[in-house]
């Protein structure tokens, strides 16, 4: 038998970071024993959002969903020991994705690292976080001027750098289909290519190597043969692009590459160990296929929807991949679907549907102008919705959650308080001490920073002007400038950016035929409103800190508006105080709380608070996101009227239940409706 050539492994990561950079350290040097060959990094919300701990909207947030990088010392403290020019590593950053790489290339060239050598990947995609993720700080056009002057200077400075990873995964989270994430990711692509060709800092012999260094981070989900048509559709529609449009002829500056996180949006809390099977499935979508392969894999734990995964769970993740990659024969083939009429025509058809998206985006003047006139938001709230609605009646089918629900015990969630990590809320003060100790000594023996006004200056000085922004922002990071102060003086020149929350033009999901389950809360409505004297009963769905993940929220907002709710909801990063004026200035009837990244335990409470200095205890509060039942319990008992988790998905269910604690908070006898 004729030795076959092998392809190679991807790049195993774990997406990781918490707390604090000491722990978070601790953390990638033990994965990249356990065998890893990347980094991964997560950062918290108020680095994303170019915040320091000590802001009023950090409350609650530090060291929760990632790790805290507030200046220089801190990234010196995340790679200390981890030599970064033999390293790959993926920052998953995007509104202050300039700062966190100018702060990564300094602590290299602290290191003593050829900067030319550095390899890794900074997702940089400020498109998706308007439409999905909600970590944007700057409007549009400034945003994507950061990006493209990131991409001019590594492609002279960084080489091997990708400075951009175009990330479609989030979109399928907030509800996209297949059509809608490819044709969204590459009008992303296309803007982003136009504003570097057009910016003049890159000659036009060049643009290949631009086009090279674009990565892309997709989302696999369980329909695993409609996902790997999905990846060889991105495949053709990327060549033909880079081709046509911008004339790129070296078929390897064309090469679609892209890594892969798997599906969390799919992951059940219902009968967790179901995760699994769901986890293998979904990379097999990007690993089967050798011409559509992901270049990167990271896949997310077992419990991830129960709160944030332990360390072993991450490590079983990891053994996943590597039990597929060395223990199988899978790359030892040449691709195996190559001439199946089946995934041929399927792949056909996602072309065909994805460039007539992509086509009527540009008609409306590409992807910029169809996040800010709230085309794209309005698209994907609409398709979350149908998804959400097929679930509910049971067209789509999730096993142990609305089929198959019957289970024995599980040992593996038999104490739930140790089937996840918990992160030590005193973690908080300590990055907040650090932090000021940092501001009060940066200038003094043995740091030395000049002082850091100086360099802040220069940068609002090149912001309001043309240069590229990339030198400013390095000097800043070597005057040991903080992440609010970089993100503050920004904002000065630029202004911030409040997206479009597509709810109002979102379109009824579920209809309220008579009889139906929405008909019956629609009349517990009427009669409600009727009862308190008001032509309608109002709702408010506040995001408190800086938590944007708006899906569920946006869900339950078109969902309550569908039941005959007057629904407030001004989108996310609000803070409690904020939330509770809004709900007195309006005078609504309920207050609905969406937390998914784990501040519940301090700025739920806060609202209850306020509310009740204010005299208002009468409106009840709803709480939802990703709460543990012990937190659950406390909340409750703290004043909270119902707590519902990603289990609870009747959506029409819940606006019912809030309806009713409305009834008990203002003293009104239970409705008698046939459920």
Not at 34 to 51: E, I
């Amino acid at each position: 038998m004729t030795e076959r050539q092998k392809d190679r492994p991807w790049l195993m990561r774990t997406y990781a970071g918490h707390s604090t950079a000491e722990a978070s350290n601790e953390l990638y040097r033990r994965n990249l024993a356990k065998g890893q060959t990347g980094l991964s990094v997560a950062f918290d919300l108020p680095t994303q959002t170019g915040y320091d701990p000590d802001h009023v909207l950090a409350r609650g947030e530090v060291g929760r969903v990632g790790v805290p990088v507030s200046h220089l010392g801190d990234m010196r403290r995340l790679f200390q020991d981890i030599p970064l020019e033999q390293m790959n590593t993926s920052m998953t950053i995007n509104a202050t994705a300039m700062w966190l790489l100018a702060l990564y290339q300094v602590v290299a060239e602290e290191q003593g690292a050829d900067v030319t050598k550095l390899q890794g990947t900074t997702q940089n995609d400020i498109v998706k976080e308007y439409l999905s993720r909600g970590t944007h700080v700057f409007p549009p056009g400034p945003s994507l001027r950061l990006t493209t002057d990131m991409i001019a200077y590594t492609v002279s400075h960084i080489p091997k750098w990708n400075p951009i990873n175009i990330c479609s995964y989030h979109l399928q989270e907030a509800g996209a289909t297949p059509v809608q994430e490819i044709a969204y990711a590459m009008s992303t692509a296309i803007a982003v290519l136009d504003a570097v060709r057009d910016s003049g800092q890159v000659p036009q012999e060049r643009m290949g190597d631009v086009v090279g260094r674009i990565s892309f981070f997709v989302n696999a989900g369980v329909r695993f043969v409609e996902e790997m048509c999905k990846m060889r559709a991105f495949g053709r529609i990327w060549d033909t692009v880079t081709r046509e449009r911008y004339g790129i002829e070296n078929p390897k500056h064309r090469r679609f590459r892209y890594g892969v996180q798997v599906n969390s949006l799919g992951l059940t809390e219902a009968q967790p160990e179901n995760n699994v099977q769901r986890i293998v499935l979904e990379m097999l979508a990007v690993t089967l296929s050798r011409d559509a392969r992901a270049r990167a894999v990271q896949l997310p734990a077992w419990n991830e929807a129960l709160g944030l995964p332990r360390p072993w769970d991450q490590q079983w993740s990891l053994r996943i991949q590597q039990v597929l990659a060395y223990e199988s024969d899978l790359l030892e083939y040449e691709d195996i679907f190559e001439g199946s009429k089946v995934i041929e025509a399927k792949v056909g058809e996602l072309v065909a549907e994805a460039t007539a998206e992509i086509e009527r985006i540009q008609e409306m003047g590409g992807a910029m102008a169809a996040v800010e006139s709230g085309y794209l938001k309005s698209q994907l709230v609409s398709s979350h919705a149908a998804r959400r609605a097929r679930i509910e009646s049971g067209e789509e089918r999730i096993i142990g959650v609305n089929a198959f629900e019957g289970t024995e015990p599980n040992p593996l969630t038999a104490d739930l308080d140790t089937a996840i990590q918990t992160v030590d809320p005193a973690v908080e003060a300590r990055v907040i001490a650090s932090l000021r100790n940092w501001r009060d000594t940066r200038y003094q023996p043995p740091f030395n920073h000049p002082r850091p006004c100086k360099a802040l200056e220069k940068l609002k000085e090149a912001a309001r002007g043309t240069d590229n922004l990339m030198e400013a922002t390095l000097e800043c990071a070597r005057a040991g400038v903080t992440t609010g102060e970089w993100a503050g003086a920004l904002r000065e020149v630029f202004g911030e950016f409040r997206a479009p929350t597509g709810v109002s033009s979102a379109p009824v999901a579920v209809t309220a035929e008579e009889g139906s389950a929405l008909s019956e809360v629609r009349r517990k409505v009427e009669l409600t409103a009727k009862d308190l004297g008001v032509g309608k009963l109002r709702f408010l769905v506040g995001k408190p800190g800086l938590d944007g993940h708006s899906n569920g929220a946006e869900q339950i907002a078109v969902r309550a508006r569908d039941a005959g709710f007057e629904v407030v909801y001004q989108g996310i990063r609000l803070t409690p105080e904020q939330i509770v004026d809004a709900a007195l200035a309006e005078d609504v009837h309920a207050v609905g709380l969406s937390i998914l990244s784990g501040s519940h335990a301090q700025l739920v409470p806060d609202v209850l608070e306020r509310l009740r200095v204010a005299g208002a205890t009468d409106i009840p509060v709803i709480a939802g996101g990703i709460i543990p039942s012990g937190d659950a319990e406390q909340l409750r008992a703290a004043g909270v009227a119902a707590v519902f988790t990603p289990k609870d998905f009747d959506i029409t269910g819940i606006i019912g239940r809030i309806v009713d604690e409305i009834r008990n908070a203002n003293k009104l006898d239970p409705l008698e409706v046939p459920a």
